[in-house]
């Protein structure tokens, strides 16, 4: 039986790496911004409605049929979401070079109902990420540094997103949904809370980053087989 969701320390350092290595992407910047086409679903649904009673697919199912929709990539994100008044997953899937898809699959018989062209990160843009407020948080974070060690520290970064991309799909469907239990407790916890999880966040970053790849990999899958 599943654990239920509780923020420890090892839990808010995942839901770090979460964060820096998935919901930095450009994806996340747009998420809801992006327009799709009209689509036809199986499910009707309405504002208000409790998704998570509808949905007769699973999350990993839904990312499996993401990544079965384009030739190359890994699904590293989902969500139910209404879409012209159907429930559906919102995949994305990741390519090289911050290339990804968003796809649309039906909640009810797992069709594909949108699979968006590959979108490119924007190369005229000066900024790291999209996202402006993470930008910044970022900025200060390098702030000080030489350019040999922000570079150090980008590659580590970079190294998190790949011990991510390396579970397999189940594991990250896992994680996904882990995440978001993670971010609800998050939301209902005190400033002075907050405050407290970021220090042992900071702490535990600074013995997580300097890890080699494999290792990291291997915290990851750890801190998964601690949730089964």
Do not use: C
Not at 149 to 154: D, F, S, V, W
Request: no cysteine.
């Amino acid at each position: 039986m599943r654990r239920s969701a509780k923020i420890t320390i090892a839990a808010v350092l995942v839901i770090g790496i979460f964060s820096i290595s998935i919901v930095t992407v450009p994806a996340f910047a747009e998420w809801g911004k992006f327009s799709y086409p009209q689509i036809q679903g199986t499910i009707p649904v309405s504002s208000g409605d409790d998704f998570g009673q509808k949905d007769t697919i699973v999350l990993a199912v839904a990312m499996a049929v993401g990544e079965n929709s384009v030739s190359d990539g890994k699904a590293v994100y989902g969500k139910l979401a209404n879409v012209n008044g159907f429930l559906v997953y919102k995949v994305i899937v990741i390519a090289d070079n911050h290339a990804y898809h968003k796809i649309l699959v039906d909640a009810g018989n797992g069709e594909a109902l949108y699979v968006s062209d590959v979108i490119k990160k924007q190369k005229s843009s000066h900024k790291k990420f999209s996202d402006k407020k993470h930008g910044e948080k970022m900025k200060n974070y390098f702030k000080g540094m030489s350019d040999e060690q922000i570079a150090e520290k980008k590659r580590q970064f970079k190294e998190m997103g790949e011990a991510y991309k390396s579970l397999s799909l189940q594991d990250r469907a896992s994680l996904v949904i882990h995440f978001m239990q993670m971010k609800l407790q998050w939301d209902s916890m005190s400033d002075d809370e907050k405050a407290q999880k970021r220090i042992d966040m900071k702490q535990m970053f600074k013995e997580y980053l300097p890890l080699t790849l494999e290792e990291k990999k291997q915290k990851l899958q750890a801190y998964i087989q601690s949730l089964n």
